[in-house]
T-cell receptor, first 112, second 109 residues
Framework: DVKVTQSSRYLVKRTGEKVFLECVQDMDHENMFWYRQDPGLGLRLIYFSYDVKMKEKGDIPEGYSVSREKKERFSLILESASTNQTSMYLC???????????FGPGTRLTVT | AQRVTQPEKLLSVFKGAPVELKCNYSYSGSPELFWYVQYSRQRLQLLLRHISRESIKGFTADLNKGETSFHLKKPFAQEEDSAMYYCALRSSNTGKLIFGQGTTLQVKP
């Protein structure tokens, strides 16, 4: 059973703070993704990674960066949090055989 | 441009009524389409994919290339079907999924 875990379920940060969201998977999947989920906008891809130290921008990368130092861990970084980054953040991995994505439980981030 | 459109934000039906959640896509090439579901307080998970042509929890979805649609259907809705449903398109050159805006299905008793 694929396990994708995220470091926090709820997070409250102040404007301007640096924020780290961590995602860990145990299925040896190469591809990992970070999305944000907003009502009426669906899931929007922020960044993805297809291997260690490899990353590509998604559709809305502005204000975010990522780090993939180990295969099982993919971190999303908000360099200077802003109120418009208040959202639900979902991490996912991809099974390349089936192209099914496996999601973490999400982190609800509030920036005040 | 590759795009997935779910025109309904909310679909509300009574238990036992038929359900159809609409999904339209634009994609040049052979699309691969999925439906994902998120029940309350649970993580997003795959419901079904067009390539396997299966029925899951009574739901089916047929790819209609002429109408560029992949609507999700169930003949008799159950209260436990209440959830957020996302249609998604796999971009074959990158493997990324492109998601629609999502439709909340509310099944009333």
């Amino acid at each position: 059973d694929v396990k994708v875990t995220q470091s926090s379920r709820y997070l409250v940060k102040r404007t301007g703070e640096k924020v780290f969201l961590e995602c860990v998977q145990d299925m040896d999947h190469e591809n990992m993704f970070w999305y944000r989920q907003d009502p009426g906008l669906g899931l929007r891809l922020i960044y993805f990674s297809y291997d260690v130290k490899m990353k590509e921008k998604g559709d809305i990368p502005e204000g975010y960066s990522v780090s993939r130092e180990k295969k099982e861990r993919f971190s999303l970084i908000l360099e200077s949090a802003s109120t418009n980054q208040t959202s639900m953040y979902l991490c996912a991995t991809l099974d390349r055989n089936t192209y099914e994505q496996y999601f973490g439980p999400g982190t609800r981030l509030t920036v005040t | 441009a590759q795009r997935v459109t779910q025109p309904e934000k909310l679909l509300s039906v009574f238990k036992g009524a038929p359900v159809e959640l609409k999904c339209n896509y634009s994609y040049s090439g052979s699309p691969e389409l999925f439906w994902y579901v998120q029940y309350s307080r649970q993580r997003l998970q795959l419901l079904l994919r067009h390539i396997s042509r299966e029925s899951i929890k009574g739901f089916t979805a047929d790819l209609n290339k002429g109408e560029t649609s992949f609507h999700l259907k169930k003949p008799f809705a159950q209260e436990e079907d209440s959830a957020m449903y996302y249609c998604a398109l796999r971009s074959s050159n990158t493997g990324k999924l492109i998601f629609g805006q999502g439709t909340t299905l509310q099944v009333k008793p």
